[in-house]
Structures are given as C-alpha cells and as structure tokens.
C-alpha cells in the first residue's frame, strides 16, 4: 500500500513564524504535491514537483514555497505564516505524470496561525 | 468561475437508499474524471476514476460523465452507514487535478 505521511497532524503558529511541514512517500512515486482545503472553497493546488529539485507554481502559491531535494521527500515552507494561511494541507503523491489522476493523499496537517 | 462545481450538501439518506452526487465542468480539455472520498479527519482517497465520456461500475458504485453537457455523476446503489463520507469529483487536465467543494453525505441506518 502506498502510504504518504505527513511530519504533523496539527499545528498552531503565531504570525510572522517560518513554518515547514513535510511530507514523504515510500512508494517512488515521481510526482508530488501541496494542496490546502478550505470549507466552500474545496482542494486548492499550492505547488507541485515532477522530480527531484523541480517545482511548478499551482493555483495559490502566494505566500508559500516548496523544496524537493530528495525524491520521496516534499516540504512546504510558509515563509512568514499568516492568518489567513489557517487551513487544512495535504500532501499528495502520483506515480507519474500519466498517472496524474490517481492521487495518493496523506492525512492533512491542520495549521493554525494566531 | 471553479472549474468544477459541485453541489456541498449536506446529503442525509436512509440506509439502502440510491444516492446520485453531481458535478458540472467548465474546461473542455478535461480528459479524466475522478471521485475521491473523504471520511471525516483523513485525506481524500480515489474511489473511481473515468477516462472520457461513459459510464463505469464497480460494485455499489456507478461513475457517469456526459462531455456533451460537462456533467459528473456517482451513483450509490443500496448505500450503507459506511458510505458516510465527502465526496469529492475532479476532472484533470495537463496533469494536475481540478476538484469540487465537495459533497457531505450521511447514511442514516
């Protein structure tokens, strides 16, 4: 079974803070991706990667940016977090880039920023 | 505009009932249609999947999509408590996933 894992399951912030929240896969999936989910507002695609040391830019990356140095690993770094970055994130992973809709999903962190 | 709409419920059926969740798309270059499930404090997980126009079952479930109306459809036959969950349609295209808000639904038993 695929199993994608995620460092918290939550988490509470003050404002201004630098925040990492990491991700691993242990399937060699190659690609990966950071999604928020928001009541009303569904799933929203913050960045993803296709490969080691590559990144794209998804629907909301303001405010967000994202480091892959390793293939199963994807961090999301919240620079200066804020509080309208409380939300719920997900990481996922695909096998490939063929195989983009079938998306392995972790179990969410819960961010709260103060 | 989302690209896809999706009506979020709340849904409350008996148990046993046929439940039909809806989705209606924007962008024509779609390829692959999906429905991901979400029980409550977990991530989504694929439950169908349908590549272009049609219809695909896989026991209770029955995925439809009709790219002449750009519309996504999950039927659930003879649902169970444990069909409680949101439900999620996505249609992707250049290989990222572009999900509805969702639908709650609950199985009453």
């Known amino acids: 079974d695929v199993k994608v894992t995620q460092s918290s399951r939550y988490l509470v912030k003050r404002t201004g803070e630098k925040v990492f929240l990491e991700c691993v896969q242990d399937m060699d999936h190659e690609n990966m991706f950071w999604y928020r989910q928001d009541p009303g507002l569904g799933l929203r695609l913050i960045y993803f990667s296709y490969d080691v040391k590559m990144k794209e830019k998804g629907d909301i990356p303001e405010g967000y940016s994202v480091s892959r140095e390793k293939k199963e690993r994807f961090s999301l770094i919240l620079e200066s977090a804020s509080t309208n970055q409380t939300s719920m994130y997900l990481c996922?992973?695909?096998?490939?880039?063929?195989?983009?809709?079938?998306?392995?999903f972790g179990p969410g962190t819960r961010l709260t920023v103060t | 505009q989302k690209e896809v709409e999706q009506d979020p419920g709340p849904l409350s059926v008996p148990e046993g009932a046929i439940v039909s969740l809806n989705c209606t798309y924007s962008n024509s270059a779609f390829q692959y249609f999906m429905w991901y499930r979400q029980y409550s404090r977990k991530g989504p997980e694929l439950l169908m999947y349908t590549y272009s126009s049609g219809n695909k079952e896989d026991g209770r479930f029955t995925a439809q999509v009709d790219k002449s109306s750009k519309y996504i459809s999950l039927f659930i036959r003879d649902s169970q408590p444990s069909d409680s969950a949101t439900y999620l349609c996505?249609?992707?295209?250049?290989?990222?996933?572009?999900f509805g808000t969702g639908t709650r639904l609950t199985v009453i038993p």
């Open positions: 996505a249609g992707e295209r250049a290989n990222n996933l572009f």
């Open positions: 996922a992973s695909s096998l490939t880039s063929t195989g983009a809709y079938e998306q392995y």
